[in-house]
């Protein structure tokens, strides 16, 4: 770890002089998240609970809410790659990738801007760590563009703006402009505006790859790059098209859940709401590649992606297929299911199962604003409940079932696990391993030494505005904490 550190403390000396605005100054203008009002009324409810209140105290418990609004409009401080470590070691890996990034960064590093270090995670096997740089001082430019909301929250991730992510642009740009990128984070620009004026974020700046008529009036459909964004306000490499066979970009609560379900080699494994397959990838690497990880989502398109992922990263032991999970027991027990490793399938089939359930997604990060309405983010706990009821007729008995969302209500958490308990006596609440993130939030009359055993990665906790690293134990700590708010539950069927 100290010689991960001294890597990070060598690429920040040599970016250093491009922050010469304090961060402070930046943070006051990147905005909290915006929320419909119901919604953040709700979670103002949810995170002033009275058990949390009593534990916290009114003054904090506001602090970590006000926290919590502010975090999820950043992005997290490191990007996290999952390896493939079923077909190369580690070191191979971060070698080839340092090379390519060395190619892909090359004209930057002539710029004055040194490569991204590499960090491996100390206690993820499968996990490397670059540091993420921002928020950066980047000079407004007279020239803007317009990209949609989920288009400005992945140029904050490290990705350059698609010709469909753009909404308005300057009457003559043209290739080889250089342009400012906003968010327009309230959803209100037209595709094809030419100078919009409505509420926008500054995302960073980019040189043009289209011409505006290239990207606003072609015949078909418009794909590619069409700003390759080469001083974003947060600095984090491009990883799009990087060693697709040896690297897959993940969120690190998210490479944890697949430890957590713990499959081994040989076994039967049902991931439930799979695509795009990046838990489902994970768990057959686990594996070796040996025994059957059943993939099943509704939606088609989606599954043909699961099928890409798997491909890409040579996992043989997926069959991915299009299904609704809730209905995926064989509904009579005299009537025989269609194949082994095919819906519907008979009670107690699975060593494992993983439901990485459909969600608000209140979690995600970067998210500068979210449309939702209440009802929307009501929605998800009867649906979850369905898929639970599954899950758990699909469970062998001695077998694991893995809980996980990307949320952070207690209607799809802590309240889950409560009514879980309740319902199934035959379930016990099991010990994560490992276990990164924080307990359980009170507020579901869970027990301490029930919250004990769930998992929160709450980065309102440890958040402090921007993400520089002080120390080789901040670096593992913000790897750890300052990641997207996720849950998980581990439970065993008796
Ligand atoms: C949180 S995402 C899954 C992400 C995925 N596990 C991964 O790591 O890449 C939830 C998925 O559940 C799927 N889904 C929603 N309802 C479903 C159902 N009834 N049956 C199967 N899949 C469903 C959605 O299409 C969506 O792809």
């Given at each position: 770890m100290q010689r991960a550190f001294q890597l990070v403390e060598k690429w920040r000396r040599k970016t250093q002089r491009r922050f010469v605005v304090s961060t402070m100054s930046i943070k006051s203008v990147f905005p909290k998240v915006a929320l419909k009002s119901e919604v953040q009324e709700y979670l103002h409810n949810v995170y002033m609970n009275k058990e949390l209140v009593s534990e916290l105290g009114e003054e904090e418990a506001e602090k970590v809410f006000d926290s919590l609004l502010s975090c999820l409009s950043h992005p997290p401080a490191l990007t996290c790659l999952r390896a493939s470590t079923h077909t190369h070691t580690l070191q191979d890996i971060q070698h080839r990738l340092e090379q390519h990034l060395a190619q892909q960064q090359g004209s930057d590093c002539c710029a004055g801007r040194s490569f991204t270090p590499i960090i491996h995670h100390p206690q993820l096997p499968d996990v490397l760590l670059l540091p993420v740089r921002g928020p950066r001082d980047v000079r407004i430019l007279d020239m803007k563009v317009v990209v949609g909301a989920q288009c400005g929250s992945a140029v904050l991730r490290g990705a350059h703006v698609f010709?469909?992510?753009?909404l308005s642009a300057p009457k003559f740009m043209k290739a080889g402009d250089i342009v400012s990128v906003f968010s327009d984070v309230e959803g209100r620009c037209t595709r094809g505006t030419k100078d919009f004026q409505g509420n926008k974020v500054f995302v960073g700046n980019g040189v043009c790859v289209m011409n505006r008529s290239d990207i606003f009036c072609a015949e078909g459909p418009v794909r590619g790059v069409a700003i390759k964004m080469d001083d974003a306000l947060y600095q984090s490499p491009s990883f799009d098209g990087v060693l697709p066979n040896e690297v897959f970009l993940q969120n690190l609560p998210s490479v944890v859940v697949g430890h957590v379900l713990g499959p081994r080699p040989g076994e039967r494994i049902l991931d439930m709401c799979a695509a795009p397959g990046g838990k489902t990838t994970h768990i057959a690497a686990l594996m070796a590649n040996q025994g059957v990880v059943v993939a099943l989502d509704k939606i088609k398109s989606k599954v043909e992606k699961i099928r890409e992922n798997a491909d890409a990263l040579r996992l043989h032991c997926i069959k991915a297929h299009c299904y609704n999970s809730i209905q995926a027991i064989c509904p009579d027990l005299t009537h025989s299911c269609s194949a082994a490793d095919a819906p519907p399938f008979p009670e107690e089939s699975f060593d494992r199962i993983l439901l990485d359930a459909p969600c608000?997604?209140?979690?995600?990060?970067?998210?500068?604003a979210i449309n939702y309405s209440l009802k929307e983010v009501c929605s998800y706990q009867p649906l979850q409940r369905k898929l639970f009821r599954t899950a758990v007729q699909l469970m062998k008995k001695g077998g694991v079932l893995v809980y996980s969302t990307c949320t952070v209500t207690l209607a799809e958490n802590e309240e889950q696990v409560a009514w879980a308990l309740k319902t199934f006596p035959c379930l016990t609440l099991e010990l994560q391993e490992p276990h990164l993130g924080s307990q359980g939030m009170p507020g579901a009359e869970l027990s301490h030494d029930q919250l004990r055993l769930l998992q929160r990665f709450r980065p309102e906790f440890s958040w402090h505005g921007a993400t520089d690293i002080h120390g080789p134990e901040d670096l593992l700590l913000k790897a750890n904490t300052d990641t997207i708010g996720f849950f998980i539950a581990k439970f065993m069927k008796r």
């Open positions: 010709a469909p992510g753009v608000s997604g209140l979690g995600q990060r970067p998210n500068m």
